[in-house]
């Protein structure tokens, strides 16, 4: 569905800060390219904020984050925050950025509440398909690995999903629970994609 990316934003294992790489991403990536557009559509805009650690208030939890609330004067609900102290290559930025754009595309066109876990369940699931945070490659080097892709990325979308589900305190103890019950509905929601761009 999509090419890897343009020249300007080829993966490669050189790391890169995050200030280094988002204004490039934004205009080469064409997963990133696709879902701002996407959001343009839906009245929306894509803001990705390169911020520090002590400007974050889930430092401790995450690598970066669609915001659900203002917090201070740097972040506003719709925000998407990442780190600036850490490293990325090409690809997990990519994959990072797209995580987090259907997030904000999930809000945008269904008015997320991350106190619903259903709803946060859902928009997990769907994030870790689309982003391809479960790209068979990735769970190769993970050590997850099963010789059937289909199978192994369902399980790689469900941990995931359930991992992220965890670290909201209203819904960490029944993970399992509300992500299985929005699976067969969320799994298989590829909006705005035509199909999962990563398989």
Known sequence: F???ATVEMASSETLYSCEELVEVAVKSSQPISYMIA???ELGSR???KCLGRDQMEFAHKANAGYQMKDWGDDVKRGDIIIP???KYTTADFERLVTHELVHQYDDTRAELDVSNCYHHACSEIRAARLSGDCHWALEWKRGNWL???QAQGKRCV???ARRSIELNPKCATKSYGFVNDVWEVCYHD?????KPPYG
């Open 147 to 149: 010789i059937d892709f």
């Open 158 to 160: 469900e941990r995931r």
């Open 190 to 194: 590829y909006e705005p994609f035509r």
């Open 46 to 48: 894509a803001s990705l």
């Open 38 to 40: 996407k959001l343009v």
């Open 2 to 4: 999509f090419r890897a």
């Open 84 to 86: 600036n102290d850490t």
